[in-house]
């Protein structure tokens, strides 16, 4: 297993509940509801890849190359790219960032091809 990628997630999915709990409880009064969404989804990514970061961690016992590292690598940058330019428009309302939300994006998507490019070569005996 990989320890430093799992303790990226853990810190990942600790931050996802802190920012999830202020988003359900301290932005309602403060932000209109269509910017809520827009932080629930930033959210939404960031467990869905902390789960990713997990599954990259522990599966790096069976698969150690190089792209695991990079996989986890890309999926912290596209959360950070990704969730936290939508943290920050929701947060502050400017349109700016909104072209940084794609690059997270692009970040995340490489990520899941590179963990599926590990796993595609992985050896027969290795799967069963």
Partial sequence: MNKTILLTATVSGFLA???????????????????????????????YHTFALLALGICSQWINTKQIVW???CFVIGMVFFSGSLYLYALTGVKWVGPITPIGG???????????????????????
Wanted: proline share 2%.
């Fill in 71 to 73: 996989s986890a690598w």
């Fill in 106 to 128: 692009t970040f995340l998507l490489i990520g899941w091809l590179l963990f599926a490019y590990s796993v595609s070569r992985l050896q027969t005996s290795q799967t069963k």
């Fill in 17 to 47: 509940v802190a920012l999830g709990a202020f988003g359900a409880h301290g932005l309602k009064n403060i932000a209109p509801a269509e910017l809520i969404s827009i932080f629930k989804l930033g959210v939404e990514y960031q467990f």
